[in-house]
């Protein structure tokens, strides 16, 4: 079934649309991460121009974040203070993204800065993920399980401005929270993504957080970053369709719920190994469409 | 079937109607549509243009279909460091976002040079402008572009020998809109060729304007922005929640 798109302003199957949104949902509730970074790429593959994909996908990002809040709420694996932190840092963050994507725009550099950041992130994340994953995978064959500190003292527990953060048990710098949420925003407006692959090992790593409380305060963060970067990109560049929105968040909020009963069945690392495969195989396709010569080096577009 | 019943009945009009007014006006057209709504349904439209004529044998008949005008950018891209990059732009304005020629032969056959620049029956001659400054100088190969990926996206289209006469009274054609056809009047030109000359003409419109939610949804965005953006993070949140709510509960 085919329906418009008001803003893309094109037809799309909605139920391949539909579907997409559920896969990349089942593969968030599985393994526990966001779907931004596979959406975003998909959807322009589907030919919806870039801007238009990065907002809406930043819009549907708001529903399965806030569903996930709800459920880590109820378990109390969220702590409020450290994600209100970093929901500020977000929200600048995200404010900075869409004003650089502005002048991306402004400059009709827009769609390659785009691509390359998702080339580049999805190369490292990919890579990362096959790697870690692999290393597991042997490591479990052999009997062997390592493990590293929990946490350790470095130069950014020197900084100023020490809180407490009691729900997660730190005494840190407000600093690197702020400054964490601040990059994650950026990314958020800019390729469409929550960043939860960026703030999770940030939170467990760089602040030493508990891991239960990293993805339950990580999605909390993720809510008003995804919804700052929606407003601004709505009322800026009119490039959220509501529509296309819509139908992704239909199929994917349904993958994450079928996705997380469901994740006990396979192994996790076996699930990241093949997660990494899909993730390298969408960043190849899209430094294969920006090394191979274009079919017509021209192109047009329709503007105001 | 409706629009069956609805097509045989405007070939009974037109046919009577022209052979009542063949003395004042040898030419009377019509379309089996006067408005295309684009609904969130949308995938584009076919509209039956029918036509008498007081044809003569080796009449021929020219239809134009021309869109709003607007502005288009057309993009150069060259390979730098390793990856094609958009290095030039330039933007021509003016220029007509959906043009359609359909003849029942060769327009070159049909009429001359100077009639086919006048009634721009190519895609040659239109007025259009661009951003630089100095446009005699300015490179074909940027209108060629243009041209190239107008009519690569079917926003312009010829089709010649498309019209089939019937008899040098009547003729047919179904005039197909793309699906990311953009809104706006356009106008139906269906111009009577004899012996190379313009004998007579007829003009039609068709409004083509975006209707339903599809339309609503665009309007609040383009002057409600701030209000579309808080009403598209509620009803995710909306959705969010829900979810929650029912799967709580399975």
Redesign the interface.
Known sequence: MYIYLPIAEQPINAFIVLGIGWLVGIIMGMVGIGGGFLLTPLMIFFGIPSPVAVASVANQLVAPSVSGVLSHWKSGNVDFKMGTILLVGGVIGSSIGVLIFNILNAIGQLDLVIKLSYVIFLAIIGLLMFVESFKLIIQTKRGKATRGKLHQHNWLHGLPFKTRFRKSKLYISIILPLIIGVIVGILAALMGIGGGFIIVPAMIYLLGMPTSLVIGTSLFQIIFVAANTTILQASQNQTVDIVLALILLIGSVIGVQIGSKFSNLMKGEHLRLFLSFIILLVGFKLILDLVTIPLDIFSISVIK | MRTLIKNIFLIIIITLNSFTVFAKDNLVTDLSESTVE??????GADILLFGAYDGQKNDDIIVVVSGQK??????????KF?????TE?I?FSNVP?YYYIASNRKIEEITNKTEIKKRKLNFNNFELNNNKIDYKNLDK??YE??K???K??QFWKIEENSIKLNKNTLFRKTLSLP??V?TGMYIVKILHYRKGNLISQEESKIKID?TG???N??NI??NF??I??????I???F???F??FI??RI
């Open positions: 684009i609904s969130s349904t949308f995938s607007g502005n288009i950018k057309v993009d150069k891209k060259e390979k390793g990856i094609w990059m958009i732009s933007k976002k190969k940027w572009a243009l190239r990926n107008m690569k996206k699906s990311n953009s975006k939610i599809s339309a949804i665009y965005a383009q922005s701030a579309y953006g808080i009403i598209a993070v009803i995710a949140l959705f969010g929640w979810t929650n799967f709580r």
